[in-house]
């Protein structure tokens, strides 16, 4: 019986945290280059609690629940166009590269702007990275271009190519706030004339709101109905106490 | 219970979105108005299990970990200052720009101001000024009996003045642009401060590098997309919405707890 609350408990735990990460991914419903995460659970078999009193009915092992881990969706957001120069959006699996006083970050986000001295940044003021440093711009230059590849001009010519990385296994990027990704190993960049940058537009969130509007529906159920089993698990006990303890010997 | 705060930062990012948008909105017909809209970014992650952890003895690690993010947050609200439609007024100092430059105005305090709105008037001296008043730089004055003002393209006021054939210079008008637009702070009635992050203005006269020209008897129009807009206001409501119903999943959630006690 006690086994029956805690199995249950297990299951109640791992559905906060997936309510947890389904709260995440809708407050970014609208966050440029978001990439909704997702909870994966297993089953956690307990080995120890067994009794071998009675031969022919063994005591089974007992399946928790446990969330093993998150991972992001990766798959491409909806592109918006915003006619706003700065914004690009990547159409593929690439990365901008973002140069960070942590070190090097991943970015879908493509919203940048021009800092004082003309750097290309994001909105935190990080650089954004080319194959050859930061992307400078003199003050009197206009009509900022990036083609296809990367490669952005202005009226005065070409400036460097935008650094696109890919990752064999996105899975080992760590979200770290602020739209931006760490890279546990190392990426492949992007040769010139590869890549898929659209300029003036904007990936959005690949939150589906629809899916995420289901999941948590499903997940208040799952809590109630357990809820409900574990309450009755508990009258029952009582119910067995009250019984036992009326029996006149 | 987290998931109460990550959906009240989700439910507040989408105010912030309502408010910028409804600003929009409100001045899709003021002259020379720049769109603003609102960046979001996530917030930190809490790593319960990184991953990398070993699993076994024998080496192999986690390939993923357990992450959980702690909302959103607003990371800006960028102008754009993307050239609005130009409409035809047929009065002779209405003047719009076509390029990426702004007029300087000398506010009362000395200060410069920036605008694009180019809907000036002269006052009683026959000086340039905007319809608040604040000079054009340049203190340009237009004699009371001066006929056919004309205002080229490269900001060069001309008029014909009485007994004279030859049109005769008044004066020029400048423009300043400046590397990073998106960092001038509004003041309100449609001006703009230079700051830190926006960097010095380079002024010049229109038609020169990048400073674009002038075109009068028009106005800008405010670049404000109305289809847009409105679009935007539907997705921001619905993402309210959203939000506001992750508050009351975990608020039955905790209901369901509370009444198992």
Redesign the interface.
């Known amino acids: 019986m006690e086994n029956a609350q805690l199995v249950g408990l297990s299951r ?1 735990m791992a ?3 997936e ?6 991914n ?7 280059g ?1 990439k909704s ?1 997702q909870v ?1 659970f297993s089953e956690y078999l307990m080995p120890v609690a067994s009794a071998e009193i009675f031969p022919n009915n063994r005591d089974k092992r007992l399946s928790y629940v446990e ?5 992001q969706d990766f798959s491409a957001g909806p592109i918006q166009i ?4 700065l914004d690009l959006a990547i159409d593929g699996e690439a990365f901008f590269a973002i140069q960070t006083p942590e070190g090097v970050r991943y970015t879908r ?1 493509g ?1 940048f ?6 750097t290309l940044v994001t ?2 003021g990080y650089p954004v990275m080319s194959t050859s440093g930061p992307i400078q ?1 003199a ?4 009509a900022i271009t990036v083609g296809k590849d990367g490669t952005v001009s202005t ?1 005065q010519g070409p400036r460097g190519r935008l650094l696109l990385t890919t990752f064999g ?1 996105p ?2 990027l ?6 931006m990704f760490r890279a ?1 190993g190392i990426g492949a960049e992007l040769a010139p004339g590869q890549g898929g940058i659209q300029q003036y537009a904007v990936e959005k969130s690949n939150v589906q ?1 629809v899916v ?2 289901t999941r ?2 499903e ?2 159920r799952a ?2 109905t357990l ?2 089993m ?2 009755r698990g ?1 009258e029952l006990r009582r119910t067995a106490i009250e019984r036992l303890g009326d029996v006149t010997a | ?4 705060y ?2 009240a ?2 439910m507040l ?2 105010e912030t ?1 309502v408010g910028v948008i409804s600003n929009n909105i409100a001045n899709m017909r003021t002259t020379a108005y720049k769109r603003q ?9 809490q ?1 319960l ?1 990184r ?2 952890s070993t699993t076994s003895d024998a080496g192999t690690t ?11 947050k607003t ?2 609200t ?1 102008r ?1 200052f ?1 050239q609005g439609p130009l409409q035809a007024t047929e009065k002779t100092y209405d003047i719009a720009i076509r390029g ?1 430059g702004f007029f300087r105005i000398e506010m009362p305090d000395g200060e410069i101001a920036y605008t694009r709105d180019g809907s000036f008037e002269l006052n009683q001296d026959g000086v340039l000024v905007t319809v608040d008043g604040y000079e054009v730089e340049g203190g340009i004055t237009i004699p009371a009996d001066a006929t056919g003002v004309g205002i080229n393209g490269d900001g060069v006021v001309e008029a014909t003045l009485p007994g004279q054939t030859a049109p005769q210079q008044l004066g020029q008008i400048q423009l300043s642009r400046f ?2 637009t ?2 001038l702070e509004s003041k309100g009635e449609n001006l703009f401060r230079e700051t ?4 010095p203005p ?1 002024t010049d006269n229109p038609g020169s ?2 400073m674009g020209t002038l075109v009068q008897f028009h106005l800008e129009a405010a670049n404000v997309n109305s289809v847009t807009e409105v679009s935007d206001l539907i ?2 409501q ?2 309210y919405e ?2 506001a ?2 508050v009351t ?2 608020d ?2 905790l209901q ?2 509370t ?2 006690i």
Not at chain 1, 174 to 179: L, M, R
Not at chain 2, 62 to 72: K, L
Request: glycine residues 8%; charged residues 20%.
């Open positions: 109640q559905l906060r945290r309510l947890e990460v389904v709260a995440n809708i407050a970014n419903l609208g966050t440029a978001f995460e994966k969330d093993r881990a998150t991972w915003t006619n706003n120069q986000n919203q702007q021009l800092d004082t001295q003309g909105n935190e711009f003050d009197t230059e206009t009226d296994d899975q080992s760590v979200a770290t706030g602020s739209s546990e709101a995420e509007t948590l529906v997940l208040t809590y109630s809820a409900q574990m309450q508990d | 219970m987290r998931a109460l990550v959906a930062t989700g990012a989408q979105n809209r609102v960046d979001f970014q996530d917030l930190l992650y790593s299990r991953a990398g986690a390939p993923v970990g357990v992450e959980i993010g702690s909302g959103v990371a800006g960028p754009i993307s990426e590397i990073n998106s960092g830190e992050a926006s960097g380079q590098e990048s997705s921001a619905r993402a959203m939000n119903r992750v999943a975990a039955e959630m369901a707890t009444q198992m």
